[in-house]
């Protein structure tokens, strides 16, 4: 079992940055596709990112592509989404995943692929 814990939510400004991360408790980390997602208020749950195990290929929903930067450091055990140029439409609770599985392009996004969740961090953007 793969225990992750998000942390850097918050509030901020339009046009602010906001930096989260995921904490993974096993040291197979490095052997784990991890992926962001989000879900608002009434909305679906929504894919945000993912990157590979070695960090090779980084995987961009559509509504965060250019502004979003998802990276990892595996000696930490954490993965991380620097989010540039805030939108209050990305408000949402944004959820850390981990899948043991191979993926690659659109084969990243679906979240019933990943087997561990995190409890979610709250990101409110204000207009």
């Known amino acids: 079992q793969v225990q992750l814990v998000e942390s850097g939510g918050g509030l901020v400004h339009a046009g602010g940055s906001l930096r989260l991360s995921c904490a993974a408790s096993r040291r197979t980390f490095s052997s784990y596709v991890m992926g962001w997602f989000r879900q608002a208020p009434g909305k679906e749950r929504e894919f945000v990112a993912a990157?590979?195990?070695?960090?090779?290929?980084?995987y961009y929903g559509d509504a965060v592509k250019g502004r979003f930067t998802i990276s990892r450091d595996n000696a930490k055990n954490t993965v991380y989404l620097q989010m540039n140029s805030l939108k209050p439409e990305d408000t949402a609770v944004y959820y850390c995943?981990?899948?043991?599985?191979?993926?690659?392009?659109?084969?990243?996004?679906?979240?019933?692929?990943?087997?561990?969740w995190g409890q979610g961090t709250q990101v409110t953007v204000s207009s």
């Open positions: 995943a981990a899948r043991a599985h191979y993926c690659s392009g659109y084969g990243c996004y679906g979240g019933d692929e990943y087997e561990h």
């Open positions: 990157i590979t195990r070695s960090g090779s290929n980084l």
